[in-house]
Nanobody, 129 residues
């Protein structure tokens, strides 16, 4: 059982930065691909980024490519999402999700929320204009 816990959300001005963290107490967290999704009010949950078990492969949504960076520290069972040049459209609840997977599958597959086995409770990110 893996229970991801997100932290690092908050209120930031447009153009600013935030770093989200996803931690899990389970030592097997390093065996999971970890993704970030977000959901804005009135909208469906959407894929943001995913990182492979090793950290060597990442995928990003087109809307965040070049602004967000996902990384992981397996020694600390933690995954980070560095968010730069934030825009009001980035306002959402951000969720961390884990998928037991040795290999990272295609971006299309990993962008599907149904592919993930465990979800955190989410952290609010608000970007003011």
């Amino acid at each position: 059982q893996v229970q991801p816990v997100e932290s690092g959300g908050g209120l930031v001005q447009a153009g600013g930065s935030l770093r989200l963290s996803c931690a899990a107490s389970s030592r097997t967290f390093s065996s999971f691909a970890v993704g970030w999704f977000r959901q804005a009010p009135g909208k469906e949950r959407e894929f943001v980024a995913v990182v492979s078990v090793s950290g060597g492969t990442t995928y990003y949504a087109d809307s965040v490519e070049g602004r967000f960076t996902i990384s992981r520290d397996n020694a600390k069972n933690t995954v980070h999402l560095q968010m730069n040049s934030l825009k009001p459209d980035d306002t959402a609840v951000y969720y961390c999700a884990a998928r037991l997977s040795i290999l990272l599958l295609s971006k299309t597959t990993m962008s599907d929320a149904k592919e993930y086995d465990y979800w955190g409770q989410g952290t609010q990110v608000t970007v003011a204009s």
